[in-house]
Each structure stands twice: as C-alpha cells, then as structure tokens.
C-alpha cells in the first residue's frame, strides 16, 4: 500500500505544473490594452482548494488564515426571485469546487410547501425551491476582467454568476443558463442557450428594468442542444463605463459598445447590430419588440470580429444599449462597484410557464448542484519595461512633517524600518507597490526585497521588514486613505492602524536622521506621506502596481532538490549566484523559507511538515522556478 501511495504521489508530480492557482496555465483570453497587462486581484479570486461546510449560520469563509472572500448568502435579505428561497446551508466547499445546489421540502402528505409570488401583476403560488447563493467581500469596477470555470446544472433551474452594486441598481450577468431540457423537453429551447446579458434597474420610484432582450443576447453554439453537465470557462471583461465584452471557453462571442451591439452567431459569423427604436414616452419608453425579441437593424456581418465594423453600426444607431433611458442618470454608463453572486434559483418567469424542476427532477441532487471550480479578477495595469523592474515602477516614501524618507536600517530579517534624509536615494530608500487587489497592496524594499509590516498590533508598535507576503496574509498589507494634494495616510490591513515617525510632535526634538516609525490608531499630520517616483522625483498618486508578474520564469533545469518525495531533509544545490527559496503548503501558507549562498550544497530539514503536497519556489537572479515537493 505504502508504495501503491508514493507511486500515485511521483505520478502526481510528473504531471509537472509549477502553478500556485489551478488557472495559472490558462490564458487571459482579453486584451489589456496598448501598455498594460494583466495583474491578478487575489482577494476576490478564489480556487476553492479548501473545506468550508454547510452551516444555517451566518459565515464569512475563504482559505485559510484571515482571507475570508465570501458570505454564505445574497448581499442583503432578500430571499430571492420567483419560488426561490435562498438558504445559507445550500453553499459548501468540498474536493477542491464551490458547491450551490437545489432542494424541495415535502409535507407528509408528500404535497411539496409553496411559495406566492408576483408575476405579470397577477399573484402565482408554485413549489417552492430552496438553493444557495454567495456574496463576495471585495467589489469590483472596471475596468476588470472576470472568468469562472463552472460545471452548469443539468437542469431548468438557474445556473448565475452575476455582478450587482450594493443599491441593486447595476448588474452585469457573467452567466444566466437554464441548463437541463427536462425530462420532457419542456425547456429545450433555453437549454441549448446561455444568456449573456446585463441589466439596469429605475429605483425606487417609478420602478423600472432595462435589459438588451435581442434574440442574440441568447447564445449558441452549433453542435450544442444542452449546456447542462458541460464544464465551461465563462468570462466578462468590463473594459469601460460603457463597453463589456463577453468570453466563452476562451473565445469572445458578444461585445456591447455604447450605441451597438456585436455577436458571433452559431455558424461562427459576426453580426453587427444596433437597436430599432423604442415605444411609449417618457417614463413608460420601452425598447422595441419583435417576436418577443428586442427589434434591432443589422448594420453588417464579417467572419471576424472587426471594431471598424462595430463602430459604423453605433454612428447608425440612436439609442444606447447599456442605459438607453438613463435610468441609473449617469448618461448610458456604468458607473458603480459590483459585488460577485453565484447562485442556484427558480426564477419567476421560468416558475410561471411551468418549466422549473419537477418535483421528481429536484430529487437528483446531481443536476441540480452547481459547482465552480475557479473564479479569477484581473485589472490592466502599466508594463513597467522589458526584463525587470525599470526605476519607474519604484518610489521614495515621504513623510509629509518630516519630509524623510523610510528605509530598512539593516538588511536582516525584522529590521526595524527607520527614517532617514532625502539625500539618501539609493536602493534601501526604494520601494514598490505589489498590488493585492483595487484596495490592499504590499510595499516591497527595493534593496531587501522585504515587505513592510507592523511588528505587533499594539499601539505604538514599530515598523519592521520581513520576508512573508502572501496572498492570504493581511500582516503586510496596507491601503491608501484620504488622498489629498499627493499626501495620503497609509494604514494597515492588519491593525487598522496608521504609521509615524516616533516622537515627539515638536520635530526639532528629533535627535539624528534615522529615527524611528510607530504605529498609531489615529490619522494626523505626522501620518500623511506621498510617493515620489524615483525617476522624476515627482509626487504620483498611482504607481504602477507590479505584482510578482515581473519575475521571470527561471530554467527548470537550474533548480534541483532532492529526494522528492522527502520525509526529514532535502538537498539543495545552488548556482553561481545567490538563491533564495520558500515552502508553501497547497493553501498558499508560507511554511519555510531561506537564504541560500552561490555554490554551495545546501540541507533544508522539512520533518516538521505534515504529509501531504507542497510548492517549493527557487528564486535567483529576478526570476524563479516552482516546484511541486510530497511530504511523506
């Protein structure tokens, strides 16, 4: 059995994969545009590679450690549309996969409860449909993109993940299927569909929805009469105020740009259309219909999408297609943060027509358990320059009374970060902003390749450095607050504090140049620093967020340990350059870490690690390999 097991686990690891998320090998489908790529958001990404269980109480979860990422429920009380009711114990985390799913309770007369809701302005009782739904703790605005790779129900119950602000006002819908035909082809034509849609809401007076309903926001795919039990990649870049492009298994298929609209049809034509007027006035406009489809004119077709193309169907068009009606008053934009929901529900329409799942239907758990895989957020950001960091992605740290900069005092490990004077600009007085998503960010020494942390989280703390960064440790992460002229206070994610230089306010006191930094909890003159940008000694309010991007893929061949599965030491042996190397757990849990001097052999004991997979990382030189260790 023992070597039934460390075959299976050298199997596993000849797979190879380097990858620190399970979507590290899939490429980003969007174009960041001219100057920019793609820099991950870790807090609302999410690969689900750990345990959460059902509970009927209120939870927060998300790996482990403080990084909790989700709400086991909707944004705010309501239970939900139609014959839903949305209840917190439906949502798990089990084997690596979100899980939403769908049930029925059953009277003892095995009558199933009901519930009445309004639809059509007539009151509609049917079965009732109990299911989960998730709420993200970090929003998102563009311009961002969104993919998630799911397991859609094969079923006629909803399979969502949408984006939708706090006011209820602004939704974009990643992905809206009604998967499963049924198991009398009652739902067969939105089956073979996947609504790829976005919605603005008039509230509260004088209620009011605007949706494209073109028979083209219903995509399909030859060869496709049911996405139920399909696995699919589906993604949103929300590129602006007023353009989303729409991507499936990696492939654009729809882009609403301001005045027009451009879908690939199934024979993998694109279409270029814009809206056919609107009926009613003032307040009771409503788009056009026909068929029960909104009207729209084809301006022109092409067999690729060509944004020439796109741009002459909005010079012919004269109604918007994301606010035609200017319900949210923003002029045809969007313009809101989003939270991320994915959830299982009956909607009103579908419960109405009688297409939901059956009574017998809803007893296969299987079909009716929506799973997600991964779902991950990336913004465009500057690219910094060719191979590494240029001077423009790095900075000075000022403080606004004592107009010093901050800089490590030694290079060790919990070195406390002092100040010291303006001339003082060279490596140790550098730093970079390594963004954690649109809020939260490290700052990295230039010189140390440290991060900046509190040493405790008691008032009066000192600031030190340290080599642990990870993307679910919040102990070296910090935000911007009240940006004014160029200075901001910079306040930790991990105490909610700010940091100061120490001492007394009366800064003639000082005595010498590197003096010292604290944590305090409130925000003052002496809190305020800028960034100024090593290349222009300028003051900027957005630095370039690097990330970890930058770093080089090293040669696979330049990093060997061994033995591999390990059970007390592994052995290192180095380059002609100095090394450094971390462990982490398949959490992201940084486990070990070490200096390693140019060659040299070098023994790391690992017996006090639980058995199991880990990712070893060699950095050396700017660039870094990883690998995957077992533990037995």
Known sequence: ?????????????????????????????????NGKKWQLQETPSDDFNYNFNATSQNKDFGPAGNNLKWNNFYHNSWTGPGATVWKRNHVSVKNGKLNIWASRRFKANGEPYTKTFEFGGNNITKPETMSGCITSKTRVKFPVFIEASIDIMKSSLATDIWLLSPDDKEEIDIIECYGGKGNDNRNAFFAERIHLSHHVFNRPQNFRDYQPRDNNSWFRRNGVTEWGGRTVRIGVNWKSANVIEYYIDGRLERV??????????????????????????????????????????????????????LNQAKNLSRLGVIDPFNYLGTNGRLSRELDIIINVEDQSWQAAADRSANDQEI????????????????????????????????????????????????????????QAPRSFTGAYTQWEMVSVDNT???????????????????????????????KYNWITQWE??????GYFHLRSRWTYKYFKPRGNDDLGNQTGNNYGLQLVPNSSLDTQWKFNNVSSRRSVTEIVNTGD?????????????????????????????NSHITIKDVTGKLVKSADLPKNSTQEISVSNLDSGIYLIEYKVDGKRVTKKMAIK
């Open 1 to 33: 059995m023992k070597k039934l097991l460390l075959l299976c686990l050298m199997l596993f690891l000849s797979i190879g994969m380097d990858a620190q998320y399970d979507w590290d090998n899939i490429a980003i489908p969007a174009n960041a545009g």
């Open 256 to 309: 609403l740009d301001d005045k027009a609209i451009a879908t690939r049809l199934p024979n993998g034509t694109w279409q270029y259309t814009y809206p056919d007027g609107f009926t009613g006035s003032g307040i009771n406009r409503v788009v056009a219909l026909e068929n029960g489809f909104q009207k729209m004119k084809v301006a022109s077709t092409s067999s690729n999408f060509n944004q020439n193309n």
């Open 363 to 418: 007893k296969n758990r299987a079909n009716n358990t929506l799973k997600v895989d991964w779902i991950r957020v990336y913004k465009p950001v500057n690219v910094s320059g060719g191979g590494g960091s240029s001077n423009n992605s790095f900075f000075y740290i000022e403080n606004r009374r004592t107009r010093k900069f901050i800089r490590p005092r030694i290079d060790a490990e919990n070195s406390q970060v002092v």
């Open 440 to 470: 939260y960010f490290h700052l990295k020494n230039k010189k140390t390749g440290k991060y900046l942390r509190p040493e405790t989280t008691a008032n009066n703390s000192p600031l030190i450095q340290t080599n642990t960064a990870t």
């Open 480 to 485: 911007k607050v009240n940006t004014n002229n």
């Open 549 to 577: 991007s930058k770093i080089e893929t090293a040669n696979q061949n330049e990093f060997h340990f061994y033995p591999n599965p390990a059970s007390d030491i592994i052995t290192i042996k180095t380059g002609t350059s």
